[in-house]
């Protein structure tokens, strides 16, 4: 997958789960686990689980009988998830490609991957691999974030980097964005094999109630922290402290209303 994923490492997995999980990722975790309850799976495979915010909402969503096993490309954020679980949960933890994921065909009922795909280098590897590991009948969810001028959070912080940074600006704020055309990706499903496909958008108006954890979540909690620090322009400290102040202008204060939009999928593997 993407040489982004090797860089969460150090502080990034924490700063990324504590500062940006509880405002772009939990509420959408919460939809994503309802989603996949309602199916009633017994059998839950989970790609891109990053800091386990969505395996957490699918634990407590699901029954004790469903057996639920999260993966990711990167140890460092899985060790993260792993601290949210104790052994009674049955959550089994594995280190795995989703565009070559290590079960056998026919395994699971459902798959789930919550702004995963975007960072996969070949997403039609990604589709293949779902299809193989399912069972006939099995449900793929996954969910992609819709463009910039939707999700205020990655404009505003990328249009920052990217005056910082006019030469040689880093482009992890581009890369998950750039998914939000549908048609490219419900054709991509549909030439992998899938059938039964939906598509949801869901936008969130999002209160921000520590907005400097938040800001310290964008700069420090990703890749982008030592890419401002190789380019020496300026620190990592003083780009929080600019993009909290450009927040506060232009989402306002007391509180801080973030808006967020994401695209859900689902799609079937036929019998």
């Not at 924490?14 to 009633?40: K, N, S």
């Not at 407590?60 to 460092?76: F, H, K, Q, W, Y």
């Not at 089994?92 to 056998?104: E, G, I, N």
């Not at 006019?166 to 939000?180: H, L, M, Q, R």
């Amino acid at each position: 997958m993407d040489n982004n994923s090797a860089e969460f490492v150090g502080s990034i997995p924490y700063l990324y789960d504590r500062g940006l999980g509880p405002v772009i990722f939990a509420d959408y975790a919460a939809e994503m686990a309802r989603r996949v309850a309602a199916f009633a799976p017994a059998r839950v495979l989970e790609t891109a689980a990053g800091t386990g915010i969505v395996t957490r909402a699918l634990r407590d969503r699901l029954p004790a009988s469903t057996a639920l096993t999260a993966t990711d490309l990167n140890e460092p954020m899985l060790a993260v998830a792993q601290r949210k679980f104790t052994g009674d949960d049955g959550v089994v933890f594995r280190t795995a490609d989703a565009q070559a994921l290590p079960f056998a065909d026919n395994l699971f009922d459902a798959m789930v991957c919550q702004f995963g795909i975007m960072f996969y280098p070949d997403r039609a590897k990604g589709y293949a691999e779902a299809l193989r590991v399912l069972q006939p009948g099995g449900r793929y969810f996954f969910s992609v974030w819709d463009a910039h001028r939707y999700n205020a959070f990655a404009r505003i912080t990328n249009a920052l980097i990217s005056r910082t940074f006019p030469d040689n600006p880093p482009t992890f704020y581009s890369v998950p964005f750039g998914c939000a055309a549908i048609d490219p990706i419900k054709e991509a499903l549909i030439d992998a094999g899938f059938t039964g496909i939906s598509v949801d958008v869901l936008p969130i108006d999002k209160r921000v109630d520590d907005l400097d954890l938040f800001v310290r979540g964008l700069i420090s909690g990703n890749p982008v922290v030592d890419q401002i620090r190789a380019r020496g322009r300026t620190t990592p400290a003083a780009m929080e402290t600019e993009l909290a102040e450009t927040f506060k202008r232009e989402l306002g204060t007391d509180p801080t209303i973030v808006p967020l939009q994401s695209i859900f999928y689902s799609a079937v593997k036929p019998r």
